[in-house]
């Protein structure tokens, strides 16, 4: 339920692939935190993983993992909406007139769509190219303040900020004037961005093509064991300080993997383990993420069983977020002077 109180939380994951490591301390475990003295709408961003070819089959299991995940990571459906972005139009009627507003030089920038694109430039979908400005369309339909997300999205917010400050500029004199909240991002320093467990300057994705490079919600206890074990390090023993991390990918990462499960500071970790070998903290590490995940896969296995729970979840949800986004979006289409 709204609360006037408390400051507005928007956040969205896309249904596009099994979950990780990286999208569960770069953004989920921080939606769950947040939830207590926020008011907090996490969305399964369905309209923006279209923007490549899905298969309709695979997306629709997608949406639901994405809703289990988010129920199993600790988000209570009584403190937090949780929806699926299809099931609002405004969102997609939002970023119609931000496609207005933003301007092509500003998405020109945006380094994701660069990334990709790849080579492919003119044969992707117009869609991919205009992500960000649907992004934005669902986070000021909501009139939010803050917005977790992980590393990656950053350059997004920065334009989400452009954007809702362009608009608000343009339409001063129609009572545009401080209409939308200029959003703040949240992004944790530790854990913001989690690498490949095989290549340390990549990102850990769900695109990539080995499972070894990551860390699923589904992994069983024996496989994770087997993930770490297998990460890639190099052959000097664990540093003593931060700074000689910056040139060891792997090793940084799988330290800073451990700090944001243990709630350590990224020091506080090398103390204790510099001079150790990496057989001895690879233990440690796995049984870290055991003692995380375990209780998370065993949740997810049990709303497996129980579809009628999490699609009453999603209904309730898109009721909630309906009726903010309407009212919201009558406000909008006035000040734009869209309609009779
Ligand atoms: P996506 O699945 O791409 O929609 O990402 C969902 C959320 O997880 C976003 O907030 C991303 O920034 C975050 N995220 C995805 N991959 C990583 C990663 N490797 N490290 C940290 N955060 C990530
Ligand atoms: N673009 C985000 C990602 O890939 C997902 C997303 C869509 C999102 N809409 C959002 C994140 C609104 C935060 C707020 O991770």
């Not at 969305?43 to 199993?72: E, F, G, M, R």
């Not at 380094?111 to 649907?134: C, D, H, I, M, W």
Request: aromatic share 8%.
């Amino acid at each position: 339920m709204q609360d006037k109180k408390k400051k507005i939380v928007f956040s969205g994951v896309q249904p596009t692939g099994a979950l990780h490591l990286g999208n569960y301390l770069g953004a989920i475990k921080n939606f769950v935190d947040l939830q207590e003295d926020h008011d907090c709408l996490y969305c399964i961003v369905d309209l923006h993983a279209v923007t490549v070819w899905q298969n309709p089959n695979d997306l629709k299991s997608n949406i639901l993992d994405v809703a289990s995940i988010y129920l199993a990571s600790g988000i209570d459906p009584k403190k937090s909406t949780i929806f699926v972005q299809s099931t609002v139009p405004y969102h997609s009627e939002l970023s119609w007139i931000l496609n207005c507003v933003t301007r092509i030089g500003w998405l020109n920038r945006m380094t994701q769509f660069k990334e990709k694109a790849g080579k492919n430039r003119e044969n992707v979908s117009s869609g991919l190219y205009t992500y960000p400005n649907l992004m934005a369309a669902d986070i000021l339909l909501y009139f939010s303040d803050l917005v977790p997300v992980g590393d990656d999205q950053k350059q997004h917010l920065e334009l989400t900020r452009d954007i809702a400050q362009k608009f608000n500029n343009d339409y001063s004199d129609f009572g545009g004037k401080d209409f939308f909240p200029i959003p703040n991002p949240i992004i944790m320093d530790e854990s913001s961005r989690v690498m490949s467990l095989r290549d340390g300057t990549k990102k850990m994705s769900k695109s990539d093509p080995s499972a070894m490079s990551r860390i699923e919600f589904k992994d069983s206890n024996d496989l994770i064991v087997k993930k770490i074990s297998k990460a890639k390090t190099d052959p000097l023993p664990i540093p003593n300080n931060v700074n000689d991390l910056e040139t060891r990918p792997e090793v940084h990462n799988l330290i800073s993997i451990f700090s944001s499960l243990a709630g350590l500071k990224i020091t506080t970790v090398l103390n204790d383990y510099s001079g150790k070998q990496f057989s001895e903290f690879k233990k440690d590490l796995s049984d870290l993420l055991i003692e995380n995940i375990e209780p998370i896969r065993d949740e997810l296995i049990r709303l497996d069983n129980d579809h009628s729970f999490l699609l009453d979840i999603l209904e309730k949800g898109t009721n909630e977020a309906m009726k903010r986004s309407s009212l919201n979006m009558k406000k909008i289409r006035d000040i734009v002077g869209l309609g009779y």
